[in-house]
């Protein structure tokens, strides 16, 4: 059987100990393995990164650029490939693989930006003879951690910038799906990266508590649950380390009573249902403001949840694939049990789909509760699964204060026809990406990602303007070159322009 092994130094590196089993969700059977690196495995690509750093933070920016000019275009050439690799360890159909690897292209093309983005600031004359600028340089060695949900995508939000701003990356992806990760990143091998300048090393917590508590990473940027967010950063930072930690959801949509209802349903169906609700910007409640509007929706949801096309991720013209593993669909399946037992109104329900010649795959099916309260398990946790809970309310206020008391605050959105509406629901919600008739508000490369509350621990949202914060850190330098003819006397006093 394959063995997806580690990329140290740019060669591929067997594992010296444990491994665990790969699945494809879609037939429940055992693909492949992936090493699990211990600390002595991790001590190698840190070493290697470390290597790598004093040639490579003085490359010029035009040079990195041009990595990343030729690693964008081998990624869309081998679109295809990427997507069947994300698709067969992942479960999302071919079209939602291939859309994810399109968002994560958009994150390398912002970073061919390189020469502009590190341009600094300068001021000429800020006293006699003296110019000052502030300057944006590497921090180090920095890595990333991942999560299952976008193998290339989110690993794509982090090192394409990390190391175009001169940085050196070690990558630890998911171990339930790492070989559209590591194909990837044996791309900008392909396209002229310098060995050592990025690293892939497999593993579980053995790898991560590794680069947590070695000295030579400088910072950590994470993405993955709000339990593990939360460790990383606590640990991380007690070590000096500079830590971005994004953590989970649980993104509620508004809909009004002027909302475009059949816009807003299909708009939800997508944002709801797509991926098999395994997002972090899936929307899993709707706050319906009114028993008109919910009345409405739930007429028009049940159809088209029930027409949902699910089946292997790899066959085309689906709406919806598996879930990851076992595990997802059995805690899935526990959670609309507790919605059950708790009290709301189970309307569509996807516990005992089975999709011929796949039975063993792990699916569960599109589910829809009506009139969930604010006390349940189903509204209070974070379930990633293709379960929608409408709650309904009697005001925008009330809608808004229900999305401001929970715990996480990633994404949300507000479908009306009112622009007094929205304009009060950006201003006051209290998350970190608001979508206004827009269902899935994930920034653009050119802007930042991140959320409030426990969705995100530390000061920088990832990618974009705050990505290149991120991996830099600032130097002011003030600079004087003194006329020879002149000499000036000691100053005791604090030296200011006065
Ligand atoms: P996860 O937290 O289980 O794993 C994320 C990473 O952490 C993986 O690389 C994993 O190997 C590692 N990890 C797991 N347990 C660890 C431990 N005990 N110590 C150290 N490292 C550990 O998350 P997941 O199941 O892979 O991904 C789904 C979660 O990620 C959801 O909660 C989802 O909302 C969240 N997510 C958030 C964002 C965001 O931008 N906020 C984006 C994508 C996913």
Excluded at 12 to 29: C, I, K, L, Q
Excluded at 232 to 258: C, F
């Amino acid at each position: 059987m394959t063995t997806v092994n580690h990329l140290i130094h740019g060669e591929m590196t067997a594992g010296t100990g444990r491994s665990a089993d790969v699945f494809n969700p879609s037939t429940g059977e055992v693909s492949k393995q992936v090493a699990l690196a211990d600390r002595a495995t991790m001590q190698l690509a840190i070493d290697s990164a470390k290597s790598a750093f004093p040639a490579w933070r003085n490359t010029p920016p035009a040079k990195r650029a041009q990595v990343m000019f030729r690693f964008k275009q081998l990624l869309e050439q081998h679109e295809a490939t990427i997507s069947k690799l994300i698709s067969e360890e992942h479960g999302k159909t071919l079209e939602d693989a291939a859309g994810e690897l399109k968002r994560g292209i958009e994150n390398v093309e912002f970073a061919c930006a390189a020469p502009e983005i590190l341009k600094g600031e300068y001021s000429r004359n800020v006293g006699p003879n003296i110019d000052a600028w502030s300057d944006m340089q590497p921090i180090g060695v920095v890595a990333g951690i991942t999560p299952f949900n976008f193998p290339a995508m989110v690993p794509l939000w982090m090192y394409p910038l990390a190391i175009v701003c001169g940085n050196c990356f070690i990558l630890k992806p998911s171990e339930r799906d790492p070989s559209s990760t590591l194909y990837i990143a044996q791309l900008l091998q392909e396209a002229g990266l310098p060995k050592g300048v990025l690293n892939v090393v497999h593993g579980d917590k053995e790898a991560v508590d590794a680069l947590i508590e070695a000295p030579e990473v400088k910072a950590l940027s994470f993405v993955g649950s709000t339990p593990i967010a939360e460790y990383i950063y606590s640990e991380g930072t007690k070590r000096g380390k500079r830590v971005q930690a994004l953590g989970g959801a649980k993104n509620h949509a508004v809909l009004m009573p002027d909302a475009d209802l059949d816009n807003a349903v299909s708009a939800l169906m997508g944002a709801a249902y797509g991926s098999c609700g395994e997002r972090c910007m899936a929307i899993s409640v709707a706050v319906c403001v009114g028993d008109q509007i919910a009345d409405a929706l739930v007429q028009k949801l049940i159809p088209q949840i029930k027409a949902l096309k699910i089946g292997a991720g790899t066959s085309c013209g689906l709406d919806m694939g598996p879930l990851v593993t076992a595990a997802a669909r059995d805690k899935v399946k526990g959670y609309i049990d507790a919605g059950v037992a708790q009290g709301a109104s189970l309307v569509v329900d996807g516990r005992d789909l089975v999709v011929a010649g796949n039975e063993n795959g792990y699916f569960v099916g599109g589910t829809l509760f009506d009139k969930v309260t604010p006390e349940m398990t189903i509204y209070t946790d974070e379930i990633f699964g293709p379960v929608l809970c409408i709650v309904r309310v009697g005001s925008l206020e009330q809608a808004m204060q229900l999305i401001n008391d929970h715990e996480y605050g990633n994404g949300t959105c507000i479908f009306t026809r009112d622009g007094e509406s929205a304009r009060l629901f950006c201003d006051e919600i209290e998350v970190g990406m608001v979508g206004v008739n827009v269902p899935l508000p994930v920034p653009v490369a050119y802007h930042s990602f991140g959320g409030w509350k426990r969705s995100l621990f530390g000061d920088l949202h990832a990618y974009g303007p705050d990505g290149v914060r991120f991996y830099t850190r600032k130097k002011a330098i003030t600079q004087r070159w003194p006329q020879r003819a002149s000499h000036e006397a000691a100053q005791f006093a604090f030296p200011s322009n006065g």
